[in-house]
Nanobody, 115 residues
Framework: VQLVESGGGLVQAGGSLTLSCATS????????MSWYRQTPANEREWVAS????????TYSDSVRGRFTISRDNAKSTVYLQMKNLKVHDTAMYFC?????????WGQGTQVFVSS
């Protein structure tokens, strides 16, 4: 099983980034997918999820209206489009695949938002 995040980088506040998480080694279409983020000072924080059945999406209050999660089952990839980025969005972003009690995590991609 592999989950490989990409697309992170340095962006100014108010800017945009799109993260990707390319996966392999499991049946992507049957797994829910989520994005989390973590700073050195904080615990890992849930950001957004998209389920495997009807593509229903949910978001944390801190990103709702600015971030959009989507998935491409043909490419086994999940995306996180981030707009109007704020300094406090700076974090390592991780994707997670889940099905029942099984969970798989990627290694993360760093996002840094400057003021």
């Amino acid at each position: 099983v592999q989950l490989v995040e990409s697309g992170g980088g340095l962006v100014q506040a108010g800017g945009s980034l799109t993260l990707s998480c390319a996966t392999s080694g499991f049946t992507f279409r049957t797994h829910g997918m989520s994005w989390y983020r973590q700073t050195p000072a904080n615990e890992r924080e849930w950001v957004a999820s998209i389920d495997s059945v009807d593509g229903r999406t949910t978001y944390s209050d801190s990103v709702r209206g600015r971030f959009t999660i989507s998935r491409d089952n043909a490419k086994s990839t999940v995306y996180l489009q981030m707009k109007n980025l704020k300094v406090h969005d700076t974090a390592m972003y991780f994707c997670k695949a889940w099905f029942n009690v099984a969970q798989y995590w990627g290694q993360g991609t760093q996002v840094f938002v400057s003021s």
